[in-house]
């Protein structure tokens, strides 16, 4: 009896690990093999050994606060899971609704169009104004929402490609120093007292994430979410979230991090000049000033923070890219149980006392080795040069549409994949739905992940575009020839639209850039070989 029952829970537990781990999986065995009593006694309890198992589901979209989303939730089912996710993002679209500077219909954006006139607002936009009082005040000047009026000089400037003059900087300066507006606690009004332009960025969006995670983990009976909303994430409950911090010097997606992280309720925010700004004469500028003094802030590449408060993450992160890391060390001193790291633009780190004790050893991703490669060609790959490749991601006209699986390759003149870029996906079920890298058995076995991929912290990028780097090496690290391979961008939805970009180039040492034609999930993609920056 007991040889039996072992055999039987061995084969439930393979059918359930085959199956996800779920209902389904014990359900589906029990169809084939229904007829046993004592298989039929045992499966209440069987259900409370294998179908309880939790797991992590992930989901993924784009255009969320004008970035990209990912939404991890630890729970027993689909469903359960499914409810945290719906709960998190109507959080973030209340809190929009009140706090948007980009939707004309936002409560702060009416609030703003007023002058002199007291006004009753909601509970959320108050905090808001309150929290930027404060913030104002504990940075000395370095964090401000009227910073906006510096931005729009260096925009203007920008669009007649030219630097802003001095006594434009010096007017913007003075607008910004002036008190914008005032609020009355006991009647919970907000006054606007002037036309100085205001955007409620920097801790704004921490603050509405950490809202959508707290809303996640009571609309459901899972124990613990990750929400990741352009770089700056909250983790609560019950896990311990892998994160990486992204390279400032390297903004490829697929670039290795400068430091991995193992999270457990916290808050993580990354400030960084190093995606976004505007380019003046060949010149990039920063989108982040300095309001003090009308400059771009541009000696601190990259500022990435961990605090239990997500409003002290999103903060700090923002304060410290603009002030000096002196400045920013006195500043973390007041808020316990904050960590940083600093990347200045030459290159040199400063971490927090602590910041070790958070990182982890990088996990190997394989199960199995890269498939082996013999080249006969003498001439390697110019180890000067790289190709960047950039893909913007189609924005269908449905509210938060599911973005495409998406993959990412190289083969050469035979066909044969040497590299493997980038593969994105949600359900390993559907990935056959991408033929061409299916097809591709030695690419699969060679991207095959044992852990579940981190989420990864950086300067916030816009939504759906995204940037890929090969260096020329193959699955194996090693330099490929010099001379002719082919970039594949495959793309398919499940069950839906199905399209794949291919084009060779001769990788020689010459520079060359390439449009390539778009398609219905790839609106945009773009080739540049180019020689490696030095920083």
Known sequence: MRTLVRKILGKIHLAVHHRGGNAYGLGYYLKLTAGGACLVLMAGY????????EQVYTYDREDVLGTSFEFKAIAVSAKEADQALTAALAEIDREAKILSSYDPSSEFRGWSRT????????PVFYEVLNLWDQWRRRTDGALDASAAAVIQVWKTAAAQDREPSQSELSAAVAEVRKIHWSLDPVKRTATHMDRVPLVLNSFTKSYIIGHAADAALVASKVSGVVVNVGGDLVVRGKWTEPIEVADPFSPAENADPISRLLIRDRAVATSGSYRRGVEIAGRHRSHIVDPRSGRPAEDILSSTVVAPSPVVAGALA??????????????????????????EKSGKRVASPGWQRLESPRVALNSRGPVSVVYAADQTWNPAFELDITLQIARINEFRVRPPYVAVWIEDAKRYPVRMIALWYRKPRYLDEMHAWYRQERVRSSTERTELPASVTGATRSAGTYTLRWDGKDNLGKYVPAGKYSVLIEAAREHGTYQLIRRELDFNGTPQQVNLPGNAEISSAALDYHQVSSH
């Open 46 to 53: 069987l259900s409370g050994v294998f179908v309880n198992r």
């Open 115 to 122: 002058v002199d006139r007291p006004m009753r607002v909601s």
């Open 318 to 343: 923002t304060a410290f890219s603009v002030m000096h890391p002196d400045e920013s060390e006195r500043l973390a001193a007041e808020f316990p149980d904050v960590e940083y790291l600093i990347v």
